[in-house]
């Protein structure tokens, strides 16, 4: 069973003030970069500590889940604010000026070779993000599969592909033919964060991924088919809650879980931990690798 | 004839003077933000405000001088309001830290647990309930006296809803020990519970407080109201709650959603007399009184002309922008609002929310549009009356 954290991570107070120092004026983008570093060594660390399967760089630096993408694309830009689901988090939604094309694939992490995952939105969910003006599968062929290539290249373990709007906008058919754009170099996981992922279940159960990342503070347990084919990926972790979770409760749910799929489970937060403060997010990574050594001490 | 008269408002937030946040911030001020007070004391023509700036030129504000920074502040953004023409008027929200972080701070039941991002490089505090909230007395008496004794315009008190204090809130006491697997209906239990707690303990006796110090209009502010569709009976829920046997004005401010949800539940708001939404932030800048000059309003108006209830409070200004919405945009989509609704007092005017996020010359240049903008509205719909000319 292995554990990860996916998506992004909440910058330190540090570095959340380095940031608005940045936006008016009071410091430099070399000192902000330093606090970066800073925050990228600490998580980490956290992540290590917790005795992590794979490694996340927490994608301290990028603005949301597509604005990285869309400025490193021709054809692209990132401009409307735009609420993300039900969240007081805004992303900016992509413009369509042209046809989309990876200029230049984004630096990989500096992370041990084979040991880290990368956090990627679906074809679909980008698709979305430019309300349907470039399809899913231009933005799979020309931007992400460029950028899956450098990842694997760079000895990237796994890709998660973040979807938040799949569960209600539905498409799993168009994020299938997506999908098929996409080279077979690294495994490939999708996410659906922070919402009951039951009405879509059975059909991700289709899609060519490894792994299916369902949030089971929204989703019953009951809601997944019998025998589900793929690896769960049990969002067990509450990233819009600052309570702590019970490592026991999170084993004893985990176990259940493994009982009904025929993929296997992995442990994981229910969404991007940049929801809490990061001292909490940092206590949740622990609470994640409590699990798993319970786990360990019980097998 | 009756004469044509949309009243005009501000909703909430303006950004602070560099000299007040400075002064707040313990760090010293410079030449630039006394040259600014001075700017715009003349500009505004703020009765006394060389005593503002001789309390400006001591070298190191301390905690002594900060009521009386506070008060200045306040005086000019009420000044702002009433120079640039509107009938309707608060202080900018001067002495509050943000809408969110203002409740939680004077409540009992809050505590801080940090920053969480909005968007871009912008983060908002955010808190955890941790016992059932309440306050120990009304917390926003003090303010609405002075705005009250500064201005001979109409008052309108913005204060937080209950429903979004909720939302924007970590439940660490309402949801209970056991969350992973909980349903629906739990879930949706523990968030009606602390919304009426929220309303009856800390939003009601603040309401109370301030109508019995002559406050007349609150304006119950709910920007998460429409996020979770499922969840807007718990908004209406939470302002009937609030408000119940308050004897004032009451409205509700909502923006940047998905207005469809909000009715049919929108008309068990008891004595709600108005809803304020943005509209423009989401409309085209081209001007004309067709459907589909005016895609940000369309759809929306709809809905209250449909259900006749309840009136409008019509965003014409978009805050997210420095563009100066012209006074013929204006009258446009005041004009078209008019039309759809077909009856122009059930419409009121103000930008789609608080103005914080732009520069008090922006802000006044686009009051000040908005005001010239329905003026020329009521003159068309006037003449439309007089059967001069149609509208």
């Known amino acids: 069973m292995r554990v990860f954290v996916p998506g992004v991570y909440p910058r330190s107070e540090a570095l959340v003030q380095a940031t608005r120092d940045l936006d008016r004026g009071r410091t430099t983008e070399e000192a902000v970069g330093e606090q970066l570093e800073q925050d990228f ?16 760089d927490g994608m301290l630096g990028w603005q949301d889940l597509f604005r990285p993408l869309a400025e490193a694309a ?27 094309r990876l200029r230049t694939p984004l630096e990989a992490p500096r992370l041990p070779a084979g040991r880290w995952l990368a956090t990627l939105p679906s074809p679909l969910a980008f698709s979305r993000a430019a309300q349907g003006m470039a399809s899913a599968q231009a933005l799979a062929a020309n931007v992400l599969a460029p ?28 994020l299938a033919a997506a999908l098929a754009e996409l080279p077979a170099v690294v495994p490939l996981a999708l996410q659906l964060p922070f919402g009951d992922a039951s009405p879509v279940l059975a059909e991700v159960a289709e899609l060519p991924v490894s792994a299916v990342g369902v949030d089971f503070y929204a989703t019953a347990l009951d ?23 019970d490592p026991n409760e999170i084993l004893a749910f985990a176990l259940e879980l493994a009982g009904r799929v025929a993929g296997g489970v992995s442990l994981a937060p229910n969404g991007d931990l940049q929801f809490v403060p990061e001292p909490i997010a940092r206590r949740k990574i622990a609470v994640l690798g409590a699990a798993r050594t319970a786990l360990g001490a019980g097998a | 004839m009756s004469r044509v008269h949309f009243v005009t408002r501000e909703i909430g937030s303006l950004a602070k003077p560099s000299w007040r946040a400075k002064a707040f911030a313990g760090r010293p001020l410079g030449e630039a933000d006394r040259a600014e007070a001075e700017r715009w004391g003349r500009r505004l023509e703020v009765e006394g405000h060389e005593q503002l700036l001789e309390l400006l030129s001591v070298p190191q504000l301390g905690e002594a001088e900060l009521p009386a920074i506070d008060d200045w502040a306040a005086r000019y953004a009420l000044r702002l309001l009433e120079r640039a023409g509107l009938d309707v008027v608060y202080d900018g929200e001067q002495r509050r830290t943000e809408m969110y972080d203002h409740v939680a701070q004077h409540s009992r039941g809050f505590e801080p647990r940090g920053s969480v991002r909005a968007f871009d490089n912008k983060y908002y505090a955010k808190a955890a309930v941790v016992e059932s909230p309440s306050i120990d007395a009304p917390y926003d008496i003090e303010e609405f006296r002075f705005v009250a004794g500064t201005t001979d315009r109409i008052v309108k008190v913005p204060l937080t809803g209950a429903y979004t204090m909720v939302d924007w809130s970590y439940d660490e006491h309402y949801a209970g020990a056991r969350r992973l697997g909980a349903s629906a209906e739990q879930r949706y239990e523990a968030r009606q519970r602390f919304v009426a707690d929220v309303a009856e303990q800390v939003i009601l006796p603040n309401a109370r407080g301030l109508v019995e110090a002559g406050a007349a209009w609150i304006q119950i502010d709910e920007p998460a109201a429409a996020t979770k569709p499922h969840e807007v009976p718990l908004v209406v829920e939470g302002f009937n709650a609030s408000v119940r046997g308050v004897d004032a004005k009451k409205s509700m401010h909502i923006c940047f959603s998905d207005y469809r949800a909000l009715w049919p539940a929108v008309l068990e708001l008891e004595d709600c007399f108005e809803l304020q939404l943005e509209f423009a932030n989401r409309d085209s800048r081209a001007l004309g009184t067709h459907d589909e000059d005016r895609p940000g309003y369309a759809e929306t108006l709809r809905l209250f002309r449909d259900h006749g209830y309840p009136n409008v409070g019509l965003g014409v200004l978009d805050i997210h922008s420095d563009f100066v919405e012209p006074p013929e945009l204006v009258r446009d989509r005041l004009l078209y609002a008019a039309d759809v609704l077909g009856d122009p007092e059930r419409i009121q005017v103000n930008p789609d929310c608080g103005l914080r996020t732009r520069s008090w010359d922006v802000v006044y240049e686009k009051l000040a549009s908005m005001v010239e903008g329905v003026r020329l509205a009521e003159a068309v719909l006037e003449r439309a009356q007089a059967g001069r000319e149609p509208a």
């Open chain 1, 41 to 56: 060594q600490a998580l980490v660390a956290a992540e290590e500590d917790a005795g992590l399967d794979l490694l996340s």
């Open chain 1, 223 to 245: 809601s997944l088919p019998d025998g589900f084919p793929k690896e769960v990926i049990a969002g067990v972790v509450d990233s819009r809650s600052s309570a702590l979770e």
């Open chain 1, 147 to 174: 950028q899956i290539e450098a990842y694997a290249a760079a000895g990237c373990a796994l890709v998660v592909f973040s979807d938040p709007f799949l569960a209600t906008e539905r498409g799993v058919p168009e």
């Open chain 1, 74 to 100: 021709e054809g692209l830009d990132a401009r409307p604010l735009t609420r993300l689901l039900d969240t007081n988090t805004f992303y900016r939604g992509v413009l369509v000026e042209g046809e989309p």
